[in-house]
């Protein structure tokens, strides 16, 4: 069955559609050179010649033949285009209307708050007092760009604000049919982390454990996540894979977001499960199919993580292909692309006995990324003409 798959980054999302054996098309910002041997891996920067956008993407995929189209980030937050692939054939996901309700964060807050969900406080204008502190997020949110404190001014257009909740990051995983959901996982975030180069409140990972003894697993917090996902899918009638973004306090997970497509922890906990997760996905949406609450499980004690490495400093890709041979890396660069400061390089993986382990894993593989970048950026400099200007540290 031949799928399209179309969003800002397609590689996790196609390998897996390939390996449950669909026919892919992907079309993407980046046509990474790991992209699965199956895969028809379309850029629109290398192959289209215009930059990514999606309403670019849902042009271009008209001419795409396709008995289905899925999306991926950023669609979620451009129902018209979701509309124009709607307009080609079948899309498996949420249609524009849904999109747009549950990607309100006040209309989110308030009905959940509604079924007596602990929920931020969430709102669009500034509040008259209080000892709260204040985030600014867009409402086009994604990945946590343009996340801010917020310093007392005018909520900006198109942002409001979010009570900020000290706790643990986290990422809620789960399938629904419309009406019911099935949890799929639950995993540690990363954010802002320096080792990843990343900074403020930007999303670079996460990390899936399993061990009884993480405090994620705790079967309490497990609970409160199956409600949690139960609520958003019975008030909005969400289909297919999806997440949940919260903050975890104790027992209690306290939603931030609703990313009501596939989401970038689906990675790690397909590779803990080892079965590709699309198939999930599909059956979710074609046939209103979802797999036994529980049948989804890995072996107690698998830790598995990602992390997203991002530019320190702009540098010229030169030769990857010691990344395509190693499993722990993917997202690989083609030679000569320039990546500008902030921007993501690659992901790295790992796994290890606890949480910390396999982060130090994750850092030490990212620590050997930025090593290669370095000697990118030495060499370019010597073979620059003219006075030979220091190398920038990664």
């Avoid at 997020?137 to 409001?160: E, I, L, M, N, T």
């Avoid at 199919?289 to 490495?309: F, H």
């Amino acid at each position: 069955m031949r799928v399209l798959i179309a969003g800002v980054s397609t590689r996790a999302a196609a390998e897996s559609a390939a390996r449950a054996g669909f026919e892919v098309t992907a079309i993407d910002a980046f046509g990474d050179r790991d992209q699965h041997a199956s895969v028809r891996a379309l850029s629109m920067r290398r192959d289209v010649g215009t930059t990514f956008t999606p309403a670019a993407v849902a042009r271009v995929a008209r001419a795409v033949p396709r008995e289905a189209a899925v999306y991926l980030s950023n669609f979620d937050n451009h129902p018209r285009a979701v509309a124009t692939l709607a307009a080609g054939g079948a899309v498996w996901g949420n249609p524009p209307g849904v999109l747009r309700r549950v990607r309100d964060p006040v209309a989110l807050a308030d009905a959940l708050g509604r079924r007596g969900v602990t929920v931020p406080d969430t709102r669009r204008d500034a509040p008259a007092g209080g000892d709260a502190r204040w985030l600014v997020k867009p409402v086009a949110s994604g990945g946590g760009h343009g996340v801010r404190w917020w310093r007392g001014a005018r909520v900006p257009a198109q942002a409001y604000l979010q009570a900020y909740v000290d706790g643990v990051p986290a990422s809620v995983a789960f399938v629904a049919d419309g009406e019911r959901a099935v949890l799929l996982g639950l995993t540690r975030q990363l954010v802002g982390e320096s080792a990843f180069g990343s900074t403020g409140f930007r999303y670079c990972g996460n990390i899936f454990c399993t061990s009884p003894r993480d405090a994620l697993a705790h079967p309490r917090l497990v609970a409160a996540c199956v409600r949690l996902v139960g609520a958003v899918v019975e008030d909005f009638g969400l289909v297919g894979v999806g997440g949940v973004d919260v903050i975890v306090r104790g027992h209690v997970p306290a939603p931030v977001e609703v990313n009501p497509r596939w989401t970038g922890s689906l990675e790690v906990i397909e590779r803990a499960l080892g079965d590709p997760l699309f198939a999930v996905h599909a059956a979710a949406c074609r046939d209103r199919r979802l797999p036994d609450a529980g049948a989804v499980s890995v072996a107690p004690g698998r830790v598995v993580g990602k992390a997203i490495v991002f530019a320190r400093a702009e540098v010229t890709v030169g030769d990857t292909s010691s990344w395509l041979a190693d499993p722990h890396v993917r997202d690989v660069p083609h030679e000569g692309e320039r990546i500008a400061a902030g921007r993501p390089v690659c992901t790295v993986f790992a796994a290890g006995d606890d949480a910390a382990g396999c982060h130090a894993a994750l850092v030490a593989r990212a620590e050997r990324i930025y090593g290669d970048l370095a000697s990118w950026m030495v060499a370019a400099a010597n073979m620059a003409p003219g006075p030979k200007p220091e190398a920038r540290s990664p």
